[in-house]
């Protein structure tokens, strides 16, 4: 079973569809038990960190997030919150990755939205991917790259497209929108 971690964020469902078009069933849940007992888990996001934080805070599901023993997949947000902090409403994080999410300097048009390759990739997530695909991006705030960074991404500054440790992994990207390459990815990651 999938489990797609239900909260106070915004594109839940999109993800759930695309696992579908993939012949893949999954369930959209905010129930410990379910999320701890799935195969596979889902933490994805848009929206605003400080206000998403505190509703995982107030349903105890910063704790389960953290609890979770198979593979689980960060998007957007999700990768955010599994940081240490975000400047973000200046919000303390679940800690997950040792990088701290800054927004992008005054020069930067925000956010950066739109199709991005990569500079740099490696891990399982990245099987049959090189830097030369493109993946869809729309955030406004990014993660330092640290020694969790699996994938870098160039935005006015070098970033952490995504990020592995243990059984987390997290995109900033949005694989479910980044077409026939993201869908590799997503069956990347299920096939952990």
């Not at 505190?54 to 990768?79: A, F, H, Q, R």
Request: glycine fraction near 6%; aromatic fraction near 10%.
């Amino acid at each position: 079973m999938i489990a797609i971690i239900k909260y106070n964020a915004g594109n839940i469902s999109s993800v759930q569809n695309a696992l579908t078009r993939l012949g893949f069933e999954s369930i959209i849940t905010d129930d410990a038990k379910t999320i701890l007992s799935a195969n596979k888990v889902i933490f994805p996001g848009v929206g605003e960190a400080g206000s998403a934080m505190k509703y995982l805070t107030e349903k105890g599901l910063d704790k389960v997030i953290l609890s979770v023993k198979n593979p689980m997949l960060g998007i957007c947000l999700g990768l955010q919150l599994m940081c240490e902090t975000t400047e973000e409403s200046d919000t303390k994080c679940l800690g997950i990755f040792n990088s701290k999410v800054k927004i992008f300097p005054p020069k930067a048009i925000v956010p950066h939205m739109g199709w991005n390759n990569f500079s740099s990739i490696s891990g399982h997530l990245f099987k049959n991917i090189t830097t030369d695909n493109n993946v869809y991006y729309v955030h406004s705030y990014y993660a330092e790259i640290c020694e969790q960074t699996t994938a870098v991404c160039d935005y006015i500054k070098p970033f952490s497209a995504a990020m592995q440790k243990d059984n987390y992994y997290a995109t900033q990207f949005h694989p479910e929108k980044s077409a026939d390459i993201g869908e590799q990815i997503l069956l990347n990651f299920l096939e952990l």
